[in-house]
């Protein structure tokens, strides 16, 4: 019975040990097959550095901040201090510490808590931060041991140190020793002394508390603790250890901390450009180097400008409804025209994540024009000198009535009369742009605009009436980076390049993954791109854009758009194109109870920031090709100037296109009393306050400037502010032309030449006798009509800098009589 007995035991045993055995073989073979693979590891996520033109770290991106650095790199301090306080028996074990696991078991039972302590090498420290969670559960151990020993079959001893070294987390965002050392010390893991290198070895336990940043005196503590456990194992000698102990933390912080507040919206694009080629996994944990095109000293020029803007009310801040940043905000890009390189972003006055350089798509106003006028050069057989009559005209040929009315209408209501391409876009008049568009065609200014650079026009901008587009009225609008992009086509001898932010980039293995190769085209030619360079030259020289000037040649234009929305200036000198742009993302007006910010402060702030950013560059004028000559011509007729020209316009030419007629409309000039009632010769009888002088030409007896006329509109069925009215504004020996009184609008002969004032035959008899009933030939006004913003696409506030011309000066001085 009793063997009987002990045999039912026996196999009792037996099978409750082989079942146990199983859920134990079972158990471990699960969680081994649910760990990781190992065999092609090689680190963890790395993070991206960012630099400069000039090599300097600009930034990191990353999941983990960490930097690898091989082996060779690390002091052997500091490997040596890892060894000394983490594991002493690093070279001599399999990955596992069987002692220490023991020890750690009884320390575990007697304090009831069978997860309070671990017995961790480097090698299961390894497997545990690269691969596993936290947690402290048998499962998870069981993980870590497995790994632990896969790691020391397949790797060597060195490079488990080396994967170690680059892996674990050193306290606040610094992963790997290389990190660290930058972000306590600002230098590189190889220049770290013995005394920084026991802090850092000192740091995996508890990196939190043990923080120099957090908590200096415990830091300096648990190096002290370093140093004593790496004399003990004779790394050091006793006075090496007695000098390391006695050193001071010397933490250096702040190199890093500045970069970091450096060109943020720049980055923003980096980041951006790079995910969108790379992934976001890759960006953020490759380890990638990206080498930028950023200038630093003109990044730091440009933020600089802006702050002081700001900070001194040039540029106001409200707290707008809508949205939570200051406004208005501002952008500015500069491109090097020849590359086509981003020497500088600007994407908004904080550090918000809307990069206002390339995502904001804005109204550009009257900065679109040049676009319009290069058109005309290439495409509609214009010269700078050719004639445009800036006078009023019907928005439609079908207004009749109560309907009808003017459109464009310039900035301030003021007409000009006969003017020429040069003088039109110096003084960014409003009815020359759309009177060339008209010309040119709406496509064919699309067309040209696109090889520029610019991407965001929507089929309604194409469509064939669409002449608003060239007082910068489009559907979406135009990006400052695009526009910086078109118009350093003008300053780059009409070739177009590609904006790039990024030269080159190399993966964690110092390969060469991508570089840099931006598209160029020729999309004018060099003649035509230097005629549009030259009256943008004068924009800035004679024009709207005065405040743009510096020590060289510059080109530029202004833009303000209806009500105030958008202000920008866009120019370039022959090496830096730049734009700027301001305006509330909300898109409300800028006229602030302080003041109305226009285009006027735009061109400030480029002013003074282009002339700090091109101060140590050679000066490069523009140059002149060879196919192009400058040509004395008369400012009213486009031809060749003569003796009585009553002023030259000195304009450039393609030779061939060049007026080669003189012109005839100027001779003698006679100067006669006029009534200015009526129009007619003036008398004795005549009083003295309505008689004016008056300047006619000998031969043909046309009337000539200076003089103004007003006009405006009587309609009852129109409120006041709707009426049309303005001032036309007739220049020395401009021929005065004859205009509706109410509309401005030119009066026309039948070969469609413009009618000229004549001078009068018959003397006025009005104010003889019981007076007469002569009718009243002109209403030459000399009072000041109102001012009102431009109601077309864009407007000019900048206007108001030109200087006034008094329609009077003496008419010796006029001609230059001797």
Same mark, same amino acid.
């Given at each position: 019975?009793?063997?009987?007995?002990?045999?039912?035991?026996?196999?009792?045993?037996?099978?409750?040990?082989?079942?146990?055995?199983?859920?134990?073989?079972?158990?471990?073979?699960?969680?081994?097959?649910?760990?990781?693979?190992?065999?092609?590891?090689?680190?963890?996520?790395?993070?991206?550095?960012?630099?400069?033109?000039?090599?300097?770290?600009?930034?990191?991106?990353?999941?983990?901040?960490?930097?690898?650095?091989?082996?060779?790199?690390?002091?052997?301090?500091?490997?040596?201090?890892?060894?000394?306080?983490?594991?002493?028996?690093?070279?001599?074990?399999?990955?596992?510490?069987?002692?220490?696991?023991?020890?750690?078991?009884?320390?575990?039972?007697?304090?009831?808590?069978?997860?309070?302590?671990?017995?961790?090498?480097?090698?299961?420290?390894?497997?545990?931060?690269?691969?596993?969670?936290?947690?402290?559960?048998?499962?998870?151990?069981?993980?870590?041991?497995?790994?632990?020993?896969?790691?020391?079959?397949?790797?060597?001893?060195?490079?488990?140190?080396?994967?170690?070294?680059?892996?674990?987390?050193?306290?606040?965002?610094?992963?790997?020793?290389?990190?660290?050392?930058?972000?306590?010390?600002?230098?590189?893991?190889?220049?770290?002394?013995?005394?920084?290198?026991?802090?850092?070895?000192?740091?995996?336990?508890?990196?939190?508390?043990?923080?120099?940043?957090?908590?200096?005196?415990?830091?300096?503590?648990?190096?002290?603790?370093?140093?004593?456990?790496?004399?003990?194992?004779?790394?050091?000698?006793?006075?090496?250890?007695?000098?390391?102990?006695?050193?001071?933390?010397?933490?250096?912080?702040?190199?890093?901390?500045?970069?970091?507040?450096?060109?943020?919206?720049?980055?923003?694009?980096?980041?951006?450009?790079?995910?969108?080629?790379?992934?976001?996994?890759?960006? !953020?944990? @490759?380890?990638?180097? &990206?080498? =930028?095109? #950023?200038?630093?000293?003109?990044?730091?020029? +440009?933020?600089?400008? $802006? /702050?002081?803007?700001?900070?001194?009310?040039?540029?106001?801040?409200?707290?707008?409804?809508?949205?939570?940043?200051?406004?208005?905000?501002?952008?500015?890009?500069?491109?090097?025209?020849?590359?086509?390189?981003?020497?500088?972003?600007?994407?908004?006055?904080?550090?918000?994540?809307?990069?206002?350089?390339y995502q904001a798509v804005r109204q550009p106003g009257s900065a679109f024009?040049?676009?319009?006028?290069?058109?005309?050069?290439?495409?509609?057989?214009?010269?700078?000198?050719?004639?445009?009559?800036?006078?009023?005209?019907?928005?439609?040929?079908?207004?009749?009535?109560?309907?009808?009315?003017?459109?464009?209408?310039?900035?301030?209501?003021? !007409?000009? @009369?006969?003017?020429? &391409?040069? =003088?039109? #876009?110096?003084?960014?008049?409003?009815?020359? +742009?759309?009177?060339? $568009? /008209?010309?040119?065609?709406?496509?064919?200014?699309?067309?040209?605009?696109?090889?520029?650079?610019?991407?965001?026009?929507?089929?309604?901008?194409?469509?064939?009436?669409?002449?608003?587009?060239?007082?910068?009225?489009?559907?979406?609008?135009?990006?400052?980076?695009?526009?910086?992009?078109?118009?350093?086509?003008?300053?780059?001898?009409?070739?177009?390049?590609?904006?790039?932010?990024?030269?080159?980039?190399?993966?964690?293995?110092?390969?060469?993954?991508?570089?840099?190769?931006?598209?160029?085209?020729?999309?004018?030619?060099?003649?035509?791109?230097?005629?549009?360079?030259?009256?943008?030259?004068?924009?800035?020289?004679?024009?709207?854009?005065?405040?743009?000037?510096?020590?060289?040649?510059?080109?530029?234009k202004t833009g303000t758009t209806n009500d105030y929305t958008d202000a920008?200036?866009?120019?370039?000198?022959?090496?830096?194109?730049?734009?700027?742009?301001?305006?509330?993302?909300?898109?409300?007006?800028?006229?602030?109870?302080?003041?109305?910010?226009?285009?006027?402060?735009?061109?400030?702030?480029?002013?003074?920031?282009?002339?700090?950013?091109?101060?140590?560059?050679?000066?490069?004028?523009?140059?002149?090709?060879?196919?192009?000559?400058?040509?004395?011509?008369?400012?009213?007729?486009?031809?060749?100037?003569?003796?009585?020209?009553?002023?030259?316009?000195?304009?450039?030419?393609?030779?061939?296109?060049?007026?080669?007629?003189?012109?005839?409309?100027?001779?003698?000039?006679?100067?006669?009393?006029?009534?200015?009632?009526?129009?007619?010769?003036?008398?004795?009888?005549?009083?003295?306050?309505?008689?004016?002088?008056?300047?006619?030409?000998?031969?043909?007896?046309?009337?000539?400037?200076?003089?103004?006329?007003?006009?405006?509109?009587?309609?009852?069925?129109?409120?006041?502010?709707?009426?049309?009215?303005?001032?036309?504004?007739?220049?020395?020996?401009?021929?005065?032309?004859?205009?509706?009184?109410?509309?401005?609008?030119?009066?026309?002969?039948?070969?469609?030449?413009?009618?000229?004032?004549?001078?009068?035959?018959?003397?006025?008899?009005?104010?003889?006798?019981?007076?007469?009933?002569?009718?009243?030939?002109?209403?030459?006004?000399?009072?000041?009509?109102?001012?009102?913003?431009?109601?077309?696409?864009?407007?000019?506030?900048?206007?108001?800098?030109?200087?006034?011309?008094?329609?009077?000066n003496s008419i010796f001085d006029i001609f230059g009589n001797d």
């Amino acid at each position: 019975m009793k063997k009987k007995t002990k045999a039912i035991f026996l196999i009792s045993f037996l099978i409750i040990f082989a079942l146990g055995a199983g859920a134990i073989l079972g158990a471990v073979t699960w969680i081994i097959q649910d760990s990781p693979d190992i065999t092609d590891y090689k680190g963890s996520s790395e993070a991206t550095m960012i630099y400069d033109a000039e090599g300097e770290l600009l930034t990191k991106l990353f999941k983990e901040n960490r930097v690898y650095v091989p082996l060779e790199r690390i002091p052997e301090d500091l490997k040596n201090a890892i060894i000394a306080i983490e594991d002493t028996k690093f070279y001599v074990h399999h990955g596992i510490d069987f002692w220490g696991i023991g020890r750690a078991m009884i320390n575990n039972i007697i304090k009831g808590d069978l997860t309070d302590q671990g017995a961790s090498t480097i090698t299961q420290q390894l497997a545990r931060n690269a691969f596993l969670s936290l947690d402290k559960t048998y499962l998870r151990k069981i993980q870590e041991v497995y790994l632990a020993i896969q790691f020391e079959r397949l790797y060597t001893k060195s490079e488990i140190l080396e994967m170690y070294l680059n892996e674990i987390f050193l306290g606040h965002s610094a992963y790997g020793v290389e990190t660290a050392s930058l972000q306590y010390f600002g230098k590189s893991v190889e220049d770290l002394t013995l005394a920084e290198s026991a802090l850092i070895a000192g740091l995996p336990q508890s990196p939190n508390n043990y923080s120099p940043l957090r908590n200096p005196e415990l830091a300096i503590k648990r190096r002290n603790v370093v140093l004593d456990r790496m004399y003990e194992l004779d790394y050091i000698t006793e006075a090496e250890r007695d000098q390391a102990k006695n050193a001071e933390l010397n933490l250096d912080t702040a190199e890093e901390e500045e970069k970091e507040n450096i060109a943020h919206y720049f980055i923003l694009y980096v980041r951006d450009q790079l995910i969108d080629r790379f992934g976001a996994s890759l960006v !953020y944990n @490759g380890g990638l180097k &990206v080498h =930028t095109t #950023l200038d630093p000293k003109m990044q730091r020029l +440009a933020e600089t400008t $802006i /702050k002081n803007k700001i900070k001194n009310g040039f540029i106001p801040s409200f707290q707008s409804r809508g949205s939570q940043n200051l406004q208005p905000q501002l952008s500015l890009v500069s491109l090097d025209v020849n590359s086509g390189a981003v020497r500088a972003m600007v994407g908004g006055r904080g550090t918000d994540q809307f990069n206002r350089a390339y995502q904001a798509v804005r109204q550009p106003g009257s900065a679109f024009k040049p676009f319009v006028y290069s058109t005309a050069l290439i495409e509609g057989g214009y010269t700078t000198g050719t004639i445009i009559n800036d006078l009023p005209m019907l928005a439609s040929d079908s207004n009749k009535g109560d309907k009808l009315s003017i459109w464009p209408r310039n900035y301030g209501d003021r !007409y000009r @009369g006969l003017i020429n &391409v040069n =003088t039109a #876009l110096t003084n960014s008049v409003n009815v020359a +742009a759309v009177k060339l $568009i /008209k010309d040119v065609g709406v496509k064919s200014v699309i067309d040209f605009t696109e090889k520029l650079g610019i991407s965001t026009f929507t089929k309604s901008d194409g469509h064939s009436d669409h002449y608003s587009l060239a007082l910068g009225g489009l559907n979406r609008g135009v990006t400052p980076i695009e526009m910086a992009a078109a118009y350093s086509v003008f300053a780059n001898k009409g070739i177009y390049t590609e904006p790039h932010a990024i030269t080159k980039v190399y993966d964690k293995h110092e390969n060469l993954i991508y570089e840099a190769e931006p598209k160029s085209k020729m999309v004018m030619s060099q003649a035509d791109s230097y005629l549009i360079k030259s009256m943008l030259k004068s924009v800035v020289d004679n024009g709207t854009g005065r405040r743009a000037q510096m020590d060289r040649d510059v080109g530029g234009k202004t833009g303000t758009t209806n009500d105030y929305t958008d202000a920008w200036f866009v120019g370039f000198t022959s090496q830096i194109a730049t734009s700027v742009w301001i305006g509330e993302d909300t898109r409300r007006s800028m006229e602030y109870d302080v003041k109305t910010v226009g285009s006027g402060e735009a061109a400030q702030i480029w002013g003074d920031y282009m002339r700090a950013a091109v101060k140590d560059m050679p000066i490069i004028n523009f140059q002149m090709p060879d196919n192009i000559i400058e040509v004395d011509v008369d400012p009213y007729t486009g031809l060749l100037s003569n003796e009585y020209s009553p002023r030259i316009d000195v304009l450039p030419y393609k030779k061939g296109t060049e007026p080669t007629e003189k012109e005839s409309l100027h001779g003698p000039v006679e100067t006669i009393r006029v009534d200015r009632q009526s129009g007619l010769l003036a008398t004795a009888d005549c009083p003295a306050d309505q008689i004016e002088e008056r300047h006619y030409i000998r031969k043909s007896g046309i009337r000539i400037g200076p003089a103004q006329k007003s006009f405006r509109e009587v309609n009852s069925a129109k409120d006041s502010e709707d009426l049309v009215k303005g001032t036309y504004t007739i220049a020395a020996g401009e021929p005065v032309q004859q205009i509706d009184q109410e509309y401005g609008i030119p009066k026309m002969q039948r070969n469609g030449d413009p009618r000229y004032e004549t001078k009068p035959t018959r003397s006025c008899n009005i104010h003889s006798g019981g007076g007469s009933s002569i009718p009243f030939l002109n209403n030459d006004s000399q009072s000041e009509s109102e001012s009102e913003p431009d109601s077309g696409g864009g407007s000019e506030s900048e206007s108001e800098e030109e200087e006034d011309e008094s329609p009077f000066n003496s008419i010796f001085d006029i001609f230059g009589n001797d």
